[in-house]
C-alpha cells in the first residue's frame, strides 16, 4: 500500500513537470512568435474540420490513387447513394399512407363534430323557447295563493336554472369546437 502512494505521489510530481515544461514553451512560443502560433492554431483547427480534410486529402494524397481505385470507390458510393433514395422511398411511402389514413380519420372526426355541433346549436336555440314559457308559466303561478302553486312556481324555478346549466354547458361545448377550426 505504501508502494502505491510514493509510485502516485511520483507519478503526479513527474505530470506536473512535463505539463509546466509545455506550458512554458507554449507561453514562450506565443511571447515570441504570435502570427505563427496563430497561424498554427488556424491551421488545426481548420484540420478538424471534416470538409477541409477531404479537400486535402483529394487534392494531395487522393491523386496518387490509380483511376480504377477511384471509379471502384466513385461506385461503391453511388450503390450506397441508390440504397439510400430507396429506403427513403419507403419510408416516405410509408408516411403517406399513414398520413393519408389519418387524413380520412380527421375527415370523419370532423363532420362527426359538426354534426354534434349542429345538433347542440339547435338544442341550445329551443331551451331560450323554454325560457319563454317558463316565464308565463310562473307569472301565471304567482296569481295563485296555494300551497300547491307555491311548491309547483319553485320547481318551475329549479327546471329553469337546470335549463340554464345545460344551455351553458352547450355553449362551452359549442365554443371549443369552434377554437378547433369547426364552424357550426
Known amino acids: 500500500m505504501a508502494h502505491t502512494a510514493t509510485a502516485m505521489e511520483s507519478f503526479k510530481e513527474n505530470e506536473d513537470a512535463f505539463f509546466k515544461s509545455a506550458s512554458k514553451t507554449v507561453a514562450e512560443a506565443v511571447r515570441t512568435n504570435p502570427m505563427l502560433v496563430g497561424g498554427a492554431a488556424c491551421v488545426a483547427v481548420a ?11 483529394r487534392s494531395t494524397i ?4 490509380s483511376e480504377e481505385a477511384i471509379f471502384n470507390a466513385c461506385v461503391r458510393k453511388s450503390e ?5 433514395a430507396e429506403r427513403a ?13 389519418a387524413e380520412a380519420e380527421l375527415k370523419q ?15 341550445e336555440t329551443r331551451t331560450y323557447g323554454m325560457d319563454k314559457k317558463a316565464t308565463s308559466i310562473l307569472d301565471d303561478l304567482r296569481v295563485l ?3 300547491e302553486a307555491v311548491a309547483l312556481r319553485d320547481n318551475v324555478a329549479s ?3 337546470e335549463v340554464e346549466k345545460h344551455r351553458a354547458a352547450a355553449l362551452a361545448t359549442l365554443k371549443k369546437i369552434f377554437k378547433n377550426g369547426i364552424e357550426v
Open 47 to 57: 484540420m478538424t474540420l471534416p470538409a477541409t480534410r477531404a479537400l486535402i486529402w
Open 62 to 65: 487522393g491523386r496518387l490513387q
Open 80 to 84: 450506397m447513394l441508390a440504397l439510400d
Open 89 to 101: 422511398s419507403g419510408e416516405i411511402q410509408k408516411l403517406t399512407a399513414a398520413a393519408t389514413a
Open 109 to 123: 372526426a370532423s363532420s362527426k363534430l359538426r354534426a354534434a355541433a349542429r345538433e347542440l346549436r339547435s338544442i
Open 145 to 147: 295563493p296555494s300551497k
Open 159 to 161: 327546471t329553469v336554472e
